[in-house]
């Protein structure tokens, strides 16, 4: 399976494996400049606070305490200058926006799969409007978001099924939805949450970071995925990601 997609990427197996990986510690680095600004900026208001303290001493006392402080003040800008530029390279701004057709990306992502999901009698039907309008989006990472969750849909199904993409534009709530819907055995209701989290799995040779990384890729465009069960089995997953009136021109 993970050789026949990367083939069609025209990537080798081990290339692939790196994208992903890199995606990850990308985030993951993001995450942890998230985690240090905050105890950060608390140090920073601490410091003031015994300047201001400071300036109740004895000037013979204060001299050499403000000097300590200072240094310590200098030291902390520092690091958050360091955490500020780090968010700059690794935070959303890693996006690479541009007008993206969703149809098209959608298309592509089904014409990569359709080799491997014919040898398994798996069909995967399309079902979309015309019209959708094309959102701002880094259409790289939504395509790496739409691979994950359907590579699960036909590793989910095995053998002989269906996976049906259907794209709906809510007009109300200016949203895209991507709706992948599968045959197979759906996932327990008590498993929805924690089947987006980072190294969770089933499958004896799975990086349980699928999910996780489309959740983290849907978050980025300022959307979400929902995972759900269909009525007559098997799973839903719900890629929604907002538009702007002004990218809701048709076209
Ligand atoms: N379409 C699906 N049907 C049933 N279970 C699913 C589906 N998609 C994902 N899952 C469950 O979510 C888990 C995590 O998925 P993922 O993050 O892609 O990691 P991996 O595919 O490596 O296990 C899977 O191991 C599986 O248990
Ligand atoms: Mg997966």
């Known amino acids: 399976m993970e050789t026949i997609l990367a083939k069609a990427l025209g990537q ?11 995606l990850l510690l990308s985030r993951l680095l993001a995450r942890l400049a998230h985690e240090i600004r905050n105890p950060l900026s608390s140090l ?3 410091v003031q606070l015994l300047e201001e303290d400071l300036a109740q001493i004895p000037a013979s006392e204060r001299e050499k305490l403000t000097d300590r402080l200072s240094i310590i003040h200098g ?8 955490v500020k530029q780090f968010l700059r390279l690794a935070g959303p701004s890693a996006l690479d926006l541009e007008p993206v057709d969703i149809a098209k990306t959608v298309e592509h992502v089904c014409e990569l799969l359709r080799p491997e999901a014919a040898a398994r009698q798996i069909e995967i039907a399309v079902r979309m409007t015309g019209g959708l309008p094309k959102i701002r989006a880094d259409s790289v990472q939504l395509t790496q978001a739409l691979l994950n969750i359907l590579i699960n849909a036909l590793q989910a199904v095995e053998r002989q099924g269906r996976v049906t993409v259907q794209v709906d534009r809510s007009e109300a709530e200016r949203v895209l ?26 499958k004896s040779d799975g990086s349980g970071l699928g999910l996780w990384i489309a959740q983290q890729i849907a978050a980025a465009h300022g959307g979400e995925i929902q ?12 890629l929604r990601l907002p ?3 002004s990218e809701s021109s048709r076209g």
């Open 12 to 22: 080798e197996v081990g290339q692939m494996a790196t994208t992903e990986k890199q």
């Open 44 to 46: 920073d208001i601490h």
């Open 75 to 82: 030291e902390l800008h520092r690091l958050e200058n360091i």
């Open 177 to 202: 939805a991507i709706q992948v819907t599968d045959t197979g055995p759906g996932v327990p209701s008590e498993r929805l949450t924690t089947i987006f989290e980072p190294y969770f799995t089933t």
């Open 227 to 238: 995972a759900g069960n269909a009525p007559g089995g098997g799973a839903v997953f719900r």
């Open 243 to 245: 538009f702007r009136e």
